[in-house]
């Protein structure tokens, strides 16, 4: 393997691990980034690749919110809220999972397009400013974890469901979309966005692991180690950057900036007719 396609490794592990937690859309991002770097490797094992990198940005959520997983202290009022946190993240995964066990492929085959997504990271955006335009003045009711109710976990499922559907929605994005208009505070609708990544990707990974099988060329676990540490410092840098920034400003250039991003896509793929 040479130091070419370890350089390629390192940028895709950056990219993934940076636009995995901003809510600008990491299948966006790697969909262009792909038309100018591509990976000497199988398309099998790009398609498991892509996936897999992201268990390095789970890692670092683990890592991150490790206390909010597993408390220090075995105290009852700790375990129940840890037993309530984890019973609202499953909640919230249900109606993904459900269409994607059984229609991931069909899915795939439908939206797994530039089309789809140059218009979803338009539409979101746009959604994106809408409610950060509705919600301008108005306090949040919900400002903790442990104040988002089982129904709100439910209702926050069928928006990151768009995302399971529609590539360029953004997981995050649209769980965070969610949660505001729900009334959840930015600070606290970003980290529920962090923590329900957590069996969406681990989910995920594992299907598709699953799927290429567990027999990899040297250079393509070289490639994959490479990725997932890269991935894993980007995210953790990510994450502490948002976690910061919606402390004191709203994702209204989120917002812009992903209408910009899909626009420039349908621009790129329309004037090199892809």
């Known amino acids: ?19 995995e937690w901003l809510p600008v859309s990491s299948t966006g991002h790697l969909i262009l980034l792909d038309e100018f770097i591509r990976l000497n490797v199988s398309a099998s094992f790009k398609e498991m690749f892509l996936v897999v990198v992201q268990l390095s940005a789970v890692f ?20 129940s809220e840890m037993l309530s946190l984890w019973t609202k993240i499953v909640i919230s995964c249900v109606p993904a999972a459900f269409v994607g066990l059984l229609w991931d492929d069909d899915l795939n085959a439908l939206f797994y397009n530039y089309q789809t997504v140059a218009l979803m990271l338009i539409l979101v955006g746009a959604a994106f400013i809408a409610a950060e335009n509705y919600l301008r003045n108005k306090a949040p009711k919900i400002n903790s974890l442990s104040q988002i109710t089982f129904a709100s976990a439910f ?12 590539p360029g929605t953004s997981r995050s994005g649209a769980v965070i979309i969610g949660a505001l208009l729900l009334g959840i505070s930015r600070t606290i609708a970003v980290e529920y966005a962090f923590l329900l990544a957590v069996p969406v990707m681990f989910g995920a990974s594992a299907l598709k ?5 567990f027999q990899f060329s040297n250079g393509e676990l070289i490639t994959l180690m490479i990725g997932m540490i890269t991935a894993f410092i980007a995210s953790v840098i990510s994450i502490k950057f948002l976690i910061g920034y919606v402390k004191k400003r709203d994702f209204k250039i989120f917002g812009f900036y992903r209408i910009t991003l899909g626009l420039a896509i349908f621009i790129y793929f329309f004037v090199w007719g892809k």
């Open 155 to 166: 209702l926050i499922g069928f928006f990151q469901l768009m995302a399971a559907v529609f």
């Open 1 to 19: 393997m040479d130091f070419i396609e370890i350089g390629k490794a390192i940028i895709f592990g950056v990219v993934e691990g940076i636009t």
């Open 209 to 213: 692991l699953l799927k290429f099988g």
């Open 60 to 79: 670092a959520v683990l890592t991150l919110y490790f206390k909010k997983f597993f408390p220090a202290s075995l105290k009852r009022e700790d375990l």
